[in-house]
């Protein structure tokens, strides 16, 4: 019988290549100290440590509790490698919610040579053909639910290979569908040509700046653009997100993580790797709900979770909601949050982890750091100093706020008193590749030799960053810069109102003036009730408080929980009623 070490080190003889592997050689330019950096490694190397820790956790489709090891893991993305390989699929599509699927083929992906392009599949169909047109896929991955969704592509390309997911606990026979039907096929493949098993495949790549995905923006205001991601960039993310959101640490217990993040949006901030990293369990989570939340974290001890604040305020405020036991590591960004929301939280036992990034910064690039100082600070100062967006990640180099008003080949920073406003702007290893197939938002993006945020802050003394708004959102009103987040930040301390969005309307006498809508806890609450409270209990400077208040049911967002501002101008602009 072979030993426990033995069969370790057979494994891992198949995923260090000798000097006789097949396996693609690497640059000339590689030399015996270094070598070529892809996140994909994870994976394998989880499964040669411990091939039986517990990977994945999962209520499928048909209502089935799915739980899947690191070998098994490790297993299925290996076979749609091979699947991929033999079809000579290069260009690969995932048009899935938060799925077992969709984590295996992140790695199954690379792990062929091939590019992924994760789509959200709450876009209008028309988008979504527009995506995976301009990304030129040669073959989808979609979840059976969404398979309406590519009517009009597939009449159109009809040539493209749809692998069709019915996410259900079976991995073959009649519950089973095509996408695990090529996972099957990959595994026999490998098998019938020699059994060479991860060593053959890509877990390591022959260029680390090479394109491993392309991960699509919102699209709010214009077509999406694809911005490229490389195998080095999502390797350094996904270590600056281990450290940034403590996943490596975490007492005794390996972490616990819950998708309730979007898996297509920046490539779910890198955490696929991450997590896998550090054999963490996935948590996947097919649509947001909060009482699963809850039961979640309360029945299988979830450590960490990713999620925007309009999601950690609808979860604070559910119904199930109870301070925890253990405390719950959220990472928290998408749209600024309220110091009012971290203090809500910290009271359930959820602990921010606050930072900030872009789909073109792989996700999180700053993180808030909590000083143990602020803790001794009087009334809710620790929580405003938590609401700043920070410092640059450890894998990063420091963030920068720059000058708006010098030429754009010009690169100088704002004074750092936490009053001068300026421009985010970043460099470093976490900064995507540029925009796929469109030079001039490529060259646009850095201009200067920076990538820009186009968000507006102030840098602080400690050298912190704290975000005023996007520049469009600032509201001009009798030549005062009203900063719409502070105001949103400020609306939400009221006892009865869940959230606030604020936007700029025309005026005739101050040229601008804020129109704030809400969303409240309980009906009742009038819009001249707010503006009463604002202007007499609140803290705000008088031209702040907004002319009109209007509540509603609900708030225009994007997928990734941002507010959907033009909407809110349109709504101001047309007179949209009231609830």
């Known amino acids: 019988m072979v030993s426990a070490a033995g069969r370790l080190s057979a494994i891992a003889a198949q995923l260090l290549p000798s000097p006789f592997s097949s396996q693609k050689a690497a640059p000339q330019t590689q030399t015996y100290n270094t070598h070529q950096l892809s996140p994909t490694f994870f994976l394998p190397r989880a499964a040669t440590i411990e091939p039986n820790a517990p990977a994945i956790y999962h209520v499928t489709a048909n209502k089935k509790i799915l739980r899947r090891n690191y070998q098994e893991f490790a297993d299925r993305a290996r076979g749609l490698a091979y699947y991929l390989r033999r079809h000579k699929y290069k260009r ?28 959200n599949y709450r876009l209008q169909p028309v988008d979504i053909t527009y995506i995976f ?31 069709i997911d019915t996410d259900t ?39 680390e700046n090479s394109l491993l995905a392309l991960a699509y923006t919102s699209g709010t205001t214009a077509r999406p653009k694809g911005v490229m991601y490389s195998h080095r ?38 955490f696929p790797w991450s997590v896998t990293a550090v054999r963490g ?52 960004a998408a749209s600024p949050p309220s110091a009012h929301l971290f203090k809500t939280m910290e009271n359930l036992n959820l602990q921010p982890v606050h930072v900030y990034g872009l789909t073109e910064t792989y996700g999180p ?33 420091p963030v920068r706020v720059i000058k708006t008003d010098v030429p754009d080949d010009r690169v100088e920073d704002v004074v750092p008193n936490g009053k001068e406003i300026g421009e985010i702007v970043f460099t470093g290893n976490i900064c995507s590749i540029g925009y796929y197939k469109d030079e001039e938002a490529t060259r646009k993006l850095f201009a200067g030799g920076v990538l820009h945020s186009g ?5 602080h003394e400690d050298g ?64 001249e009730e707010v503006i009463d409270w604002a202007r007499n209990q609140s803290n705000i400077s008088r031209f702040m408080v907004p002319r009109e208040v209007t509540i509603v049911a609900e708030l225009p967002k994007t997928s990734t929980g941002k507010l959907k501002k033009n909407d809110l101008r349109e709504w101001a602009k047309t007179g949209q009623k009231g609830v």
Not at 246 to 255: D, F, I, K, T, V
Request: aromatic share 8%; charged share 20%; with cysteine.
């Open 365 to 397: 690039i700053t993180k808030g750091y909590h000083m143990q100082t602020w803790d001794r600070l009087p009334g809710d100062e620790k929580y405003a100093k938590m609401a700043r967006q920070g410092h640059g990640f450890v894998t990063s180099l």
């Open 133 to 163: 047109e301009h990304a030129e896929v040669d073959s989808i991955i979609v979840d059976a639910e969404f398979a309406p969704l590519l009517d009009a592509f597939r009449a159109a390309h009809p040539e493209i290979k749809i692998l």
């Open 92 to 119: 690969v599509g995932i048009l899935c919610p938060n799925t077992p699927a969709f984590l295996e083929a992140i790695f199954g992906i690379a792990a062929a040579g091939s590019v992924n392009v994760g789509v």
């Open 281 to 332: 369990t996935h948590y996947c989570l097919r649509k947001i709900d909060y009482p699963e939340i809850w039961r979640l974290m309360k029945e299988e001890g979830i450590t960490h979770m990713n999620s925007a604040p309009t999601v950690n305020t609808l979860l604070c405020n559910d119904p199930g909601a109870v301070r925890l036991e253990q405390p719950v590591r959220v990472t928290v």
């Open 464 to 527: 912190a960053i704290q975000i005023l708004d996007r520049a469009k959102d600032i509201i001009i009103s009798g030549g005062e810069n009203i900063s719409s987040v502070a105001l949103e930040s400020m609306l939400v301390t009221h006892p009865e109102i869940l959230e606030a969005a604020c936007v700029a309307v025309p005026d005739s006498h101050w040229g601008e003036r804020p129109h704030a809508f809400v969303t409240v806890k309980k009906e009742g609450l009038k819009g």
């Open 169 to 207: 606990d079976a991995t073959e026979g009649q519950l089973s569908g095509p996408f695990d039907e090529a996972v099957l096929e990959g595994l026999r493949y490998d098998t019938e040509t020699g059994s060479k098993g991860w060593a053959d495949l890509e877990h390591t790549t022959p260029d």
């Open 455 to 459: 968000d507006l802050a102030v840098l």
């Open 233 to 270: 960039g999502a390797y350094l993310a996904a270590l600056g997100n281990i450290v940034e959101s403590g996943l490596n640490y975490h007492g005794a217990q390996r972490a616990h993580y819950l998708w309730t993040l979007p898996l297509f949006h920046a490539m779910g901030w890198t």
